[in-house]
């Protein structure tokens, strides 16, 4: 338990570093310091932040796997680096940034392109019937339905590890296609048709192959192939195949 | 770079989606943010969105509001409590229409749950009145109101962070900022600047906040001499998780879970016979932290356990996920079979900008606005909260009130210019910037900002007295002076997060010093504000709002009545 939290012991942080502004190319900055075992990933890369060099620059904001910030790769595996405790850690810690978007600095990359790609799916609730008085009614079994699409927290974790996004950066991606279901699935939601028709493209369901890199890599554990086949059934049935 | 909107919105929690829905209706509207708007701290909301639907039993908008006035400890403006109550049921069922995934009771209904402070009949039982998305709730609604504002056209700017922000002659001019991944200088100048900034909680050592509540904005407008409101009311939560501050939402006891000491007692029996473990968080933070100082933590340590072995596991996996998840990643136990060790966490700002009920910001104790200025959201006083406020009175106050300031500029701008921002407002920016990074001093942000949470946390959280708070204040200062020490190791522009980190700190002060001397001031307990040396509350002389103002000799107090339009001050028993 959290009294196990106690013993420090030393933990090597192998981080790869870049900055746009003064470097042509990265490299690998060694630190080691003394972490706990109930300590996370995060709490490492803020004491060498605090106390080794200042200039190493990661996102985080929550400090909890809500908000998505702190995505990056953990010895070869994306990961919330808030939600990663020490003790699953050997003691040789590798830490990249999420692979496939342009590095800003160190851990930071541009993450512009995956939150545009998310906007081509209309990513709102559209529905034009004058809504009734109070709640539009939805049973426990259809908000079932898109329980898991809304816990993503678009980190861009799955987007990041999908060898056909690093081979075609216009596929729309796991994350754009999750965001298109939890609409397309909601029962309250008027714009099925339309928003199928736009992840039914040649950039769309259909690029995907079943990887699963996507599940693998997902901090909420969400199924995201699962949904992604259940789009391309649904394209099928309504003949939105390429 | 130089840009023009109607509308200037900082920061894209909760008030500043809401207000900019309703703004993007009278022109454009811009929302910066210092994160992306999906990563604003709004997310981590877990427990609910208070409004008595009635959905699960019956309910009324009145004893929602008797509820919030008792549980602002009488401090609560009356007026601003019963707009915000009333208009409840409205914002909840517009919010659904908007597309909000609220957890559904059978019949296809928003469902709703119990929480603290919240009662039937003016205190005779709790009542099922927090509304929620399983225990992701402030998540569901940010991505809501976040995809509307996009269909709306509303223009973000993710990542860029206020230096500034420009008054002049009554009149609020628009705002100073840094683009963080180029280092750049963007000035936006606008008819109507709303700030929606949020909270402060990183002062203190443990804490539920996001590294991003430093509370820039209000520090801003302070050293622009803006009073700042109520500073001395800051709310700790009663179950943050031992060690590290996170937060176990109230609605893990609304399901049933309860608080038990080192005796094994339900210790809330005690201190509140009627509500028990749902008691308002300053008497259950009290309680707790009383029970540790007699000898009651468990095993005599400085924690007790929040217990939810008895509710059905089905429960906990359908209505609370994620703090199952948390105890099992960052604790190592399952909340089903073991219990949760549990201390106070800092989590809410009562206080701050001071604004009228359509988020117009004051600039004295009699009510003269700044123009073309508004705030709404947790770092706006309104004040709905008083001195403690009630669970899901927060999520609500900034959909209820980030409305009604969209809605007051929506119409104000048609009769306001531009705002113009002359060069040598950008050059004090510019100055600020080139001054720390230049700067070959030997000090480490790390340390100063350490030292001060752990001095806040020791002398100015749940339990205060005059000493401390003479002696904290006291080193607060020479904190002050060792900031202007501070050497960076990143001396470059572009996403320069250390630069973030030095400017945040600055700001942290600022306010920490604000906080502490308003708690100096205030001898008398009431709320979240408990003096050991003054344990009673004072209506003779302390039911006024407090209004921390800077001047040349340091801060300056000054006070304004309490309106109060229908419940008269009573003792507070649960
Ligand atoms: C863990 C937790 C759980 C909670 N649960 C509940 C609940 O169940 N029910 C409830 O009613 N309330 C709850 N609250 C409180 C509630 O979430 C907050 O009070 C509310 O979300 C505040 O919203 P806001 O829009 O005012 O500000 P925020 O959501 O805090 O947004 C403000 C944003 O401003 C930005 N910002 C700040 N300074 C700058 C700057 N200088 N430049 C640019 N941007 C800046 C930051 O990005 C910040 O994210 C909870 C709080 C916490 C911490
Ligand atoms: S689906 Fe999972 S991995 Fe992808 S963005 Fe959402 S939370 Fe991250
Ligand atoms: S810091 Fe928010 S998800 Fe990790």
Known sequence: MHDSGCLMGKYRFRIKRFSQEEDSSSRWDTFSIDMKPMERVLDGLDRIKDYADGSLTFRRSCGHGICGSCAMKINGRNRLSCQTLIKDMPETIRIEPLEAFPVIKDIVVDMDDFFKKNDYVLPYLINDEPPPERERLQSQAEQEKILESITCIMCGSCTSSCPIYWTDNQYLGPSSILKAYRFIFDSRDRAKEERLGKISGAHGVWRCHSIFNCVESCPKEIDITGHITELKRLALKKNLHL | ?574
């Open chain 2, 1 to 574: 770079m130089r840009h023009q909107f109607d509308t200037v919105i900082i920061c894209s929690g909760l008030a500043g989606l809401r207000a900019a829905l309703e703004a993007s209706n009278g022109g454009n509207v811009a929302v910066l943010s210092k994160l992306y708007p999906t990563r604003s701290h709004s997310t981590t909301a877990q427990g609910g969105i208070g409004a008595a639907l009635g959905n699960e039993e019956p309910d009324k908008p009145e004893w929602h509001f008797y509820d919030t006035v008792k549980g602002s400890d009488f401090l609560g403006d009356q007026d601003a409590i019963e707009i915000m109550c009333e208009d409840a049921i409205r914002a909840i069922i517009e919010l659904e229409h908007l597309g909000v995934p609220f957890s559904r009771t059978p019949e296809g209904r928003i469902a709703q749950r119990y929480f603290g402070g919240h009662t039937r009949d003016f205190g005779v039982a709790p009542v099922r009145r927090a509304c929620y998305s399983a225990d992701r709730t402030g998540h569901a609604i940010v991505f809501a109101l976040y995809e509307q504002c996009q269909l709306k056209g509303v223009k973000f700017f993710p990542e860029f962070f206020v230096l500034d922000i420009v008054i002049e002659n009554t009149r609020c001019h628009g705002v100073i900022t840094l683009e963080i991944s180029t280092g750049e200088f963007h000035i936006f100048s606008s008819k109507a600047t709303l700030i929606a900034s949020g909270g402060y909680g990183r002062v203190f050592k443990t804490t539920s906040n996001a590294y991003a509540s430093t509370g820039d904005c209000l520090s801003i407008l302070f050293n622009r001499v803006i009073p700042l409101e109520d500073m001395e009311f800051f709310q700790f939560h009663p179950t943050g998780l031992y060690g590290i501050g996170i937060l176990i939402t109230e609605g893990a006891r609304g399901e049933g879970g309860i608080l038990i000491n080192g005796k094994g007692e339900r210790f809330m029996e005690r201190y509140a016979p009627t509500i028990k473990d749902l008691a308002p968080r300053d008497m259950v933070c009290r309680a707790i932290l009383t029970e540790i100082r007699e000898g009651r933590g468990i095993d005599g340590k400085d924690y007790i356990y929040l217990d939810l072995r008895h509710i059905p596991k089905k429960t906990l996996q359908e209505r609370l996920p994620e703090i199952s998840t948390f105890c099992k990643i960052y604790m190592g136990i399952d909340p089903s079979e073991q219990p949760i060790p549990v201390i106070p966490t800092a989590h809410y700002t009562m206080g701050g900008i001071p604004t009228d009920i359509d988020g117009r910001v004051f600039m004295d104790e009699k009510g003269s606005v700044v123009n073309g200025l508004f705030a709404a959201g947790e770092c706006a006083c309104v004040s709905v909260h008083g001195a403690n406020r009630l669970g899901c009175n927060s999520l609500l106050d900034t959909v209820v009130f980030g409305r009604r300031a969209g809605n007051a500029i929506r119409d104000e701008i048609k009769e306001i210019e531009y705002g113009r921002i002359r060069n040598n407002e950008l050059e004090k920016s510019r100055m600020l910037i080139d001054s720390i990074l230049t700067s070959d001093g030997k000090e480490k942000i790390a340390n100063i900002r350490t030292d001060l949470q752990d001095r806040m946390m020791e002398h100015c959280s749940v339990f205060r007295e005059e000493k401390n708070l003479k002696g904290l204040i006291d080193s607060i200062g020479i904190l002050k002076e060792r900031t202007e020490d501070i050497g960076l190791k990143d001396k470059t522009r572009k996403f320069n997060t250390e630069l973030i980190d030095a400017i945040e700190l600055k700001h942290m002060l600022t306010l920490s010093e604000v906080i502490a001397s308003s708690a100096l001031e205030r001898k008398e307990s009431r709320g979240a504000h408990y003096r050991e040396d003054h344990p009673e509350r004072d209506d003779t002389i302390w039911m006024k709002h407090t209004l921390a103002f800077k001047t040349d000799k340091g801060i300056e107090f000054r006070y304004k009545p309490v309106k109060i339009t229908r419940f008269k001050s009573e003792e507070r028993r649960y």
